[in-house]
């Protein structure tokens, strides 16, 4: 385009940012933002947005968040992309650290900087701040696209925290649960050793017509492993050979692997 002299601005070089993201390369990411410096589109929230994704996707975070800093008209696409950058690099305290500047700063948070948090809270299993989070859903949440992966989000995080109680009132409060919502309430009943309502579930989940997929059945394995019911899991075989489930690799070793640990914790 250059030595065409076709004119470069600041809608094209966030397109160029994304294919880095998608190689990925740092070495090409850093001439870019060279570019953007030298052209003067260093002032522009969105390409500046743009290079901190991709320097989060190469994984330079510390140039990421150099950057996010350097920002002074930061949008809540800035604070998200950053966000959500920690959380992909398992950066939870990072993560909570920069909701909480977010909130002191007003901004309000956007659907995809809510998923982000959603599932740190997963991870951290912090109860406190989960049920917070799930606070700030109802009251400004609508019954968008991200109301399913948030509800499934706080699902998993009160699972995780042992409060089956909440989960299952989240659950069914959702009138178009997806796969993942029903993989993750039934994987909240083995987990919690609540085998026959888990069981239940899965056969209303078929009765539905939300067949489970191969990452259902891995969840679910991992689980009978973790809780260490193995009769679970030999259902769980014979239901994927009678249905004429694709056996993969990945699914193979995870029923061996669920069978070696639940033998050996016993």
């Given at each position: 385009m250059r030595r065409t002299n076709t004119e470069v601005d600041n809608f094209i070089v966030p397109s160029v940012l994304k294919a880095c993201c998608l190689i990925p390369s740092m070495l090409l990411g850093q001439e870019l933002h060279g570019f953007v410096v030298k052209n003067g589109f260093h002032g522009d929230v969105f390409v500046c947005n743009a290079l901190i994704m991709m320097y989060?996707?190469?994984?330079?975070?510390?140039?990421?968040?150099?950057?996010?800093?350097?920002?002074?008209?930061?949008?809540?696409?800035?604070?998200?992309?950053?966000?959500?950058?920690?959380?992909?690099?398992?950066?939870?305290?990072?993560?909570?650290?920069?909701?909480?500047?977010?909130?002191?700063?007003?901004?309000?948070?956007?659907?995809?900087?809510?998923?982000?948090?959603?599932?740190?809270?997963?991870?951290?299993?912090?109860?406190?701040?989960?049920?917070?989070?799930?606070?700030?859903?109802?009251?400004?949440?609508?019954?968008g696209k991200s109301k399913v992966p948030l509800s499934t989000g706080l699902i998993d995080m009160y699972v995780k925290c042992g409060n089956l109680a909440y989960a299952t009132k989240i659950f069914y409060g959702l009138s178009n649960a997806s796969i993942i919502s029903w993989t993750a309430m039934i994987a909240g009943y083995i987990r919690c050793n609540n085998l026959n309502e888990g069981v239940r579930l899965f056969v209303k989940m078929l009765e539905e017509g939300m067949f489970p997929n191969e990452i259902t059945i891995l969840s679910l394995v991992k689980e009978c492993g973790i809780a260490g019911v193995l009769e679970l899991g030999k259902w769980l075989h014979a239901f994927t050979l009678r249905t004429g489930f694709t056996m993969s690799l990945v699914l193979t070793t995870a029923?061996?692997?669920?069978?070696?640990?639940?033998?050996?914790?016993?």
């Open positions: 989060s996707e190469v994984g330079s975070l510390d140039s990421a968040r150099l950057l996010f800093d350097k920002i002074e008209n930061k949008d809540v696409v800035s604070w998200s992309t950053m966000i959500r950058s920690y959380d992909r690099s398992d950066l939870f305290d990072e993560a909570l650290d920069l909701l909480r500047d977010m909130l002191v700063m007003g901004v309000r948070p956007s659907e995809t900087a809510m998923l982000s948090i959603t599932h740190v809270l997963v991870e951290i299993a912090e109860l406190k701040l989960g049920k917070a989070m799930h606070g700030y859903v109802i009251r400004n949440v609508k019954y029923f061996i692997h669920m069978c070696q640990h639940v033998i050996l914790s016993d």
